[in-house]
């Protein structure tokens, strides 16, 4: 199983670029950010080549998915986020599906969401992406949220019914939506593209700050034969350089 440090949410507020050393520092190989379209990818990609870094995924631009109206410049979105994964050398696109509409029936957003995702099949096959929409929180941190429950979203990908899209699950997510089930998860590795973890209460280092059973969790992905990517999403409690330092080593059993 492979980590990659999410520096948004580390190392907020900073240009990707200078936070790639304290990654590398870590112990760890892989790095994953949000938005590209504020960033300076020139600069990123010669942080690259100096650290031997490589991006595991960031996200596309966000545009709703729920709003059939909005599809067209979703797919343009997505074609540029392409261009820039192939400059980055990154084959994992995230993405978040839109807010819930208050006049538009749940089953009409879903199945904007679906046709929507159904649409972005040729353009990641043509680039050799893995498309990967997330499920969040409702109760805390994405009040307004469409897509929350992890069921709908194994559902949606059966609808499109392509490798090329995937559910990001996010266990911090999940865990106060739906509480964590790990038979479930177990049953469904195949349609998770890629894991996010976070400590719960808080939002903190997954391993050290959670209630969250990570390495219950984390060995049982490890012994189902896991082998994409798992992204440290949190906001450190400790400083981040040394958060990030001890987790790598907790984590190299997993």
Known sequence: ???????????????????????????????????????????????QQRT?????????????????????????GLAETAEVCRKLQCSTVITQVG????????????????EGLKACVPLLEKNDLTLVFEPLNTKIDHPGYYLTASEEAFQLVDEVGSSRVKVLFDLYHQYITEGLNIERILKNLNKIGHFHVAGYPGRHEPLIHSEIDYPLILRALSEAGFDRTVGLEYFPQEDAAYGLSALTQILSPF
């Open 1 to 47: 199983m492979k980590y990659s440090a999410c520096v948004s949410a580390l190392y907020g507020g900073k240009p990707v670029e200078e936070t790639l050393d304290a990654v590398k520092a870590a112990g760890l190989n892989q790095y994953e950010f949000w938005s590209w379209w504020d960033q300076d990818t020139e600069r990123i990609l010669e942080a």
């Open 52 to 76: 031997g870094l490589r991006p595991a995924a960031f996200c596309t631009r966000m545009v709703s998915l729920v709003e059939s109206a909005h599809r067209n410049a979703y797919l343009d």
């Open 99 to 114: 807010a819930e509409l208050k006049n538009v029936s749940r089953g009409k957003q879903h199945e904007s969401l679906a």
